[in-house]
């Protein structure tokens, strides 16, 4: 299977970093968070990838262009003109497929533009701007069982604020929000079957809205809950918080456990 990953957005909620490269070329612990979200795939053996270019697709496609320099022992020898010699060339067995879905395209048309290189099979689908410790492996053996065209990983987002408890206009007490307290978003790790095509009409179509929407009142979404390590990285914040997981070990960093 191949997995789809949208990384056209503006990034505008993030605008310190994302001025600069697309959202998903934002860094954590010194690699672009769209090279996590691949590692936690490539463990479960899913090494194919396309990846939806909009906003500065450029620097993905540089990124990707030189992959092999950046991970490897390098020697340039000027003797020899401008030879370059690769030592212990240290890159993934992955394919990567790079496609520019326009500047202005929504995520529903992102992959509309994008389903030439699916060739027509179940594909994996999610959001480059997000990790998890999601059993994928588990993800897809739930998918096959519901029979449904497609199946959303759902989590609870982590509170970000306590609450008090307010007894006859006096707080009588404050409580730390828990992930218990938050309903089930949509967390992104998709897996959709070819006949969610049809439901893109174009451009503007949002995937979020109508193709999902219709799909959940046909009874053809199903719901993949979550209950383990997921986190977006919308803001400076979220990078942040990233930023210090990476270096108390990364919950998501599933390919090395």
Not at 78 to 98: D, N, S, Y
Not at 196 to 215: A, F, H
Request: charged share 25%.
């Amino acid at each position: 299977m191949k997995a789809v990953i949208l990384a056209g957005g503006f990034g505008t909620r993030i605008a310190e970093e994302s001025h600069l490269r697309p959202k998903p070329m934002i860094e954590i612990g010194g690699k672009p968070i769209l090279w996590h979200i691949m590692k936690i795939f490539s463990a479960y053996g899913v090494t194919d990838f396309v990846i939806c270019c909009g906003y500065k697709g450029y620097c993905i496609k540089e990124y990707f262009s030189h992959y092999a320099l950046h991970h490897s022992d390098v020697t340039f020898d000027f003797r020899k003109g401008t030879e370059m010699i690769i030592h212990h060339r240290q890159t993934e067995p992955w394919q990567v497929t790079l496609v520019d879905t326009g500047l202005n395209t929504m995520t529903g048309g992102r992959v509309k533009r994008a389903a030439s290189y699916l060739g027509g099979e179940r594909f994996f689908l999610t959001y480059g701007d997000g990790v998890a410790d999601v059993d994928i492996a588990k993800l897809l053996a739930f998918h096959e069982k519901m029979g449904r065209k497609a199946t959303m990983t759902v989590v609870q987002p982590a509170g970000r604020f306590g609450t008090a408890e307010i007894e006859e206009g006096c707080v009588r007490a404050f409580r730390e929000k828990v992930d218990s307290d938050s309903g089930w978003i949509n967390g992104g790790f998709l897996v959709l079957e070819p006949s969610v095509l049809p439901y893109l009409k174009g451009d503007e179509t949002i995937l979020e809205q109508e193709p999902l929407s219709t799909l959940a009142a046909e009874g053809e979404l199903a719901a993949y809950q979550h209950r383990g390590f997921w986190q977006c990285m919308d803001t400076l914040r979220d990078k942040e918080k990233l930023e210090q997981l990476w270096k108390e070990g990364a919950p998501w960093r599933i390919w090395e456990k």
